[in-house]
């Protein structure tokens, strides 16, 4: 992505999964804003980009953060929501390990806690190190954990993975992570 479709991306982030209000907007029961809508919306306080420009974000966009709906009239995040929606995923049966990248000075409250929501509506998690890493170095040095996801499942708590393949589960109990040796300073 070019510094223009970093800045669309970030301003539909905005909109798809924190602030609709604050451009006018509302998304449907499950996410969705009517693309027209949206454009106009923008329009409207300065932010002027062409329907090409929406279709180029969602298309290159590294995450594949943003879906169209069937008819190409509607948008949404597919994950990341501090919003209410329902995004009607379906559970699935997670791989043996999944990962989260945090940074040392949430360790306390996680092993306490284990992993919450906090302002999304879900814990994201992560299929492989690499991933988690980049998650968890937005905020610091990461710190990575391991979570028990197979045995998670087996004991009844529920995953999800959105549409562009990010795990998902309500919350990750403490008892299910594996914390890295050494207090997680790594
Ligand atoms: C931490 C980005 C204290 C958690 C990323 C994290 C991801 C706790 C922070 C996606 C805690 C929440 C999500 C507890 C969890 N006590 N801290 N009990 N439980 N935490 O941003 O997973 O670029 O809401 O470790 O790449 O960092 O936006 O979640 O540090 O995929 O598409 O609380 O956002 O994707 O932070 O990131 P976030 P996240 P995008």
């Not at 982030?13 to 029961?29: Q, T, V």
């Amino acid at each position: 992505m070019n510094a223009r479709q970093v800045h669309i991306s970030k301003l539909l982030s905005l909109i798809l999964r924190h602030k609709p209000e604050e451009f006018g907007l509302a998304l449907d029961a499950n996410g969705w804003v009517g693309i027209a809508e949206l454009l106009e919306a923008c329009r409207q306080r300065g932010e002027t980009f062409s329907r090409e420009e929406l279709d180029a974000v969602v298309a290159q966009n590294d995450k594949r953060r943003f879906a169209l709906s069937p008819d190409g009239q509607r948008i949404r995040a597919s994950q990341g929501h501090s919003v209410e929606v329902d995004l009607q995923l379906q559970p699935v049966e997670p791989p043996e390990l999944l990962y989260h990248g945090t940074v040392a000075k949430a360790l306390d409250s996680i092993r306490r806690d284990g992993l919450l929501p906090g302002n999304r509506q879900q814990v994201h998690l992560s299929a492989d190190v690499d991933t988690a890493a980049k998650v968890g170095q937005r905020r610091g040095r990461p710190v990575i954990l391991k979570v028990e996801a197979s045995r998670m499942g087996r004991d009844g708590l529920k995953f999800y993975r959105s549409e562009n393949g990010v795990w998902l589960a309500d919350r990750v109990p403490t008892e299910y992570i594996r914390f890295p040796e050494g207090g997680g300073a790594t």
